[in-house]
């Protein structure tokens, strides 16, 4: 056979595109298959799903005064309790207005919270939040006195003061108003001085606790596991205590010592596990469904009954030239009855994953609410193998 008789007349450039596609879409391929293995995926660090026992924030609150403000304070007249702080922090001063009449509205009781970070040191600052509790329409422009800031214990841990930074406004006239945002809470950047310390000395710690924020018996076994994998030595030094604790004994000679060794314990991966949960807010329709939910062979109709009553009343009218009849209106109701019956019946196989599980509720045209119902009546049903969590 000749050249020509014995080939195929197919240009190489296509033999070449087509091999080139097909190679690409391998890759592609490939690259899916590799997103969508559970390793590849799950795998999260320790210090985003747990926290080591003593390292932890402490709240602060305190009572105090705002002043300087443009008319927009405490009528001391109804906050009797403003009146008095203003008083006494005027005697404190000094200033004997006991026998005064006090009549201004540039002052605003106000409450103060802020956090008091982990090893916070004497001296440092944090952030304030300043919130009126009386009836003071704006905190814009004022300035909060010294305000001592207590702890749980009710010592003083923190002591505020500085000018208060309001977002919002508020503005009225006699027919219209004008608002934005929030302008009875506002913020102090670095407002409060630290004044007393936690005592916690990380570093004369001889055994450290993790503690897992979603307790899982698994989750804390993989987690001692791949401590023990990290120190190593003939002994384990992690074992987990229960579901939300997993305690490390210190190994002695260590370098960088616990901070260096829980530096290198929250930088490790694991793959958390969890139990399978559907979370549903029923006040706002919103359904949360874990990876883990199953359910057994069931099959699901679900229909509504609408009926719509349409009213389109008629004037009917005499025949001109008439001096028989009178214009009236005439009366026409149309009733109609929607019984979904196009609805169909749909089986959901048992083991189903979560995508085909909520394929198989949206083949039924439903929306998030009667899924909610939907899903109540395949737990009762005992076909959901999953807890529900109702918010």
Known sequence: MTGPERYPTRPIRNL??????????????????????????????????ADFEGVRENPLVGYGLVVGLLGTGDSLGSAVFTRESLIGMLERLGV???????????????????TLPAF????????????????????????????????????????????????????????????????????????????????FEL????????????????????????????????????????????????????????????????????????IARVVIDEQNGVIVMGENVRISTVAIAQGNLTIRITETPQVSQPEPFSNTGTTAIVPRTEVDADQDEDQRLTVVDSGVTLQELVRGLNELGIGPRDMITILQAIKAAGALQAEIEVL
Do not use: H, W
Request: charge should be negative; hydrophobic fraction near 45%.
């Open 120 to 199: 916070g040191r004497q001296g440092g600052r944090i952030d304030v939040t300043v919130s009126a509790i009386g009836d003071a329409t704006s905190l814009l422009g004022g300035t909060l006195l010294v305000t001592p800031l207590l702890g749980a214990d009710g010592e003083v841990y923190a002591v505020a003061q500085g000018n208060v930074a309001v977002g919002g406004f508020s503005f009225e006239g006699d027919a219209e108003s004008l608002d934005k945002g929030v302008s009875t809470s506002g913020r102090i950047a670095n407002g409060a001085v630290i004044e007393r310390e936690v005592g």
């Open 16 to 49: 070449a595109t087509r091999a080139i596609r097909a190679v690409a879409a391998v890759c592609v391929l490939a690259g899916l298959v590799a997103m969508a293995s559970p390793g590849a995926l799950a795998q999260s660090r320790i210090k985003d799903i």
């Open 96 to 114: 004997n207005a006991r026998d005064d009449a006090l009549d201004t509205d540039n002052v605003a009781a106000v409450m103060v919270t802020a």
């Open 203 to 274: 570093a004369d710690l001889e055994r450290l606790r993790i503690m897992l924020r979603n307790p899982d018996f698994t989750t804390a076994r993989r987690i001692a596991a791949s401590v023990n994998q990290l120190v190593g030595g003939q002994r384990p030094v992690a074992e987990p205590l229960d579901p939300g604790t997993v305690q490390v004994a210190v190994p002695r000679n260590r370098p960088g010592g616990v901070v260096g060794l829980i530096t290198d314990i929250e930088n490790l991966s694991v793959r958390p596990d969890q």
